[in-house]
């Protein structure tokens, strides 16, 4: 792997994650190594799967694990880091939580994967399956179970969010 193309993509990934309210792990030669594994990823199958998760190789399939991936948000409010710790909060960052080992939130053989247990039954019509999140800031909404750590429209802290539906 190409070292210069390393640094090209350490650079862009903090420069793009600054600009949208996320920060890289400090520790630059982990961030190059993690850098490294998606490029090796990318070569390997043609798109930046985790390099700390197993991709199946078909692009579809592994949706969720493309960096960043699905489960970076609600894994950075829960721990402070996503599962790999590319990303990292503001508590990380500035040493007032100490980094902990992240559990998977991927389900076994991913999100298209048989379930193991029944599904639980749908939602019925008109209740939403996650609550709806308002930024008060800018008024972005949106559907999960809890706010973003900051607003990808105006990067307001997730205090800053209200239950909206």
């Not at 993509?9 to 998606?38: I, K, P, T």
């Not at 900051?150 to 800053?160: N, S, Y």
Request: proline share 10%; hydrophobic share 30%.
């Amino acid at each position: 792997m190409n070292p210069a193309d390393i640094e090209k993509v350490c650079a862009r990934l903090r420069r793009e994650g600054e600009a949208a309210g996320y920060h890289l792990n400090s520790d630059e030669a982990f961030v190059r190594d993690l850098v490294e594994g998606l490029l090796t990823n990318e070569e390997r199958y043609g798109y930046r799967a985790c390099p700390c998760r197993l991709a199946s190789g078909v692009r579809e399939d592994d949706l969720d694990i493309v960096c960043p991936c699905d489960y970076r948000d609600p894994d950075l409010n829960d721990f402070g880091a996503c599962y790999c710790a590319l990303y990292v909060s503001d508590e990380i960052l500035n040493g007032t939580r100490e980094l902990e080992s992240i559990p998977d939130r991927r389900p076994p053989g991913g999100p298209g994967a048989e379930p193991t247990a029944p599904e639980p039954a749908a939602a019925p019509a008109g209740v939403l399956a996650h609550p709806v999140w308002r930024c008060r800031v800018c008024g972005y909404l949106c559907a999960r179970e809890e706010p973003p750590g900051v607003c990808p429209i105006c990067k307001a802290k997730k205090e800053r969010f209200e239950k909206f539906m």
